[in-house]
Structures are given as structure tokens and as C-alpha cells.
Nanobody, 120 residues
Framework: QVQLVESGGGLVQPGGSLRLSCAASGSIFSISAMGWYRQAPGKQRELVAITRSGMTNYPDSVKGRFTISRDYAKNTVYLQMNSLKPEDTAVYYC???????????????WGQGTQVTVSS
């Protein structure tokens, strides 16, 4: 069984910073990609950042402010969020593309979500 456990959300003032963490645990053969998504009330879930094979990708809305990084030894992904804006307020979800054995296909796993609120 695979689990993704997130931490680091909270309340921050505009212009502030937060760092999210997500640790994958359980029966893991390999992780091909890890990323972060967010969902604000009344909106669809959207990609915030993703890392795969050492490369990263961000939407324009967060480019230059958010940085994703991965610790391969710990199966952990981080999201450093700087210059936060009220529109960054959302529930942030960790995602990982995981194979649990060499013979299985890749499955997307999700964390439980962590609330990020940017407000004065």
C-alpha cells in the first residue's frame, strides 16, 4: 500500500513564503514523476508544479515564485512558495506516479491535501 503524506500548509500574509513537503511511503518500486496540484473553492484542480527525470514544469501563474524539488533517497517532494498572493489560496495536493513492482503499470497516487491560505 502506498501513502502520500503532506505537510507545511497554513496561513500566510501576502508576500510571504511557505514550504510544502510530501513523503511517499509503502511498497514502492519506482517513482517516475512527482508534482503538486491545487484546487480553490469552485474551481477545477490545476497543476502547480511537476518534476520528472530531473526536469521541472510550472504554469505561468506561479513561474518564478514557486520551486519544486525532490529528494530521491527519501521519496519526498517539496514545494517552496515565495511571494504568495491571495489567489494562491487553495488546497494543495501532492501527486506521484508510482510503480509498486517491476511488473506493474504506473498508477497516480494522491495525498490528502493541505490548506494554504494567503490573507492579511
Amino acid at each position: 500500500q502506498v501513502q502520500l503524506v503532506e505537510s507545511g500548509g497554513g496561513l500566510v500574509q501576502p508576500g510571504g513564503s511557505l514550504r510544502l513537503s510530501c513523503a511517499a511511503s509503502g511498497s514502492i518500486f519506482s517513482i517516475s514523476a512527482m508534482g503538486w496540484y491545487r484546487q480553490a473553492p469552485g474551481k477545477q484542480r490545476e497543476l502547480v508544479a511537476i518534476t520528472r527525470s530531473g526536469m521541472t514544469n510550472y504554469p505561468d501563474s506561479v513561474k518564478g515564485r514557486f520551486t519544486i524539488s525532490r529528494d530521491y533517497a527519501k521519496n519526498t517532494v517539496y514545494l517552496q512558495m515565495n511571494s504568495l498572493k491571495p489567489e494562491d489560496t487553495a488546497v494543495y495536493y501532492c501527486n506521484a506516479a508510482i510503480r509498486i513492482t517491476v511488473a506493474t503499470t504506473t498508477i497516480n497516487y494522491w495525498g490528502q491535501g493541505t490548506q494554504v491560505t494567503v490573507s492579511s
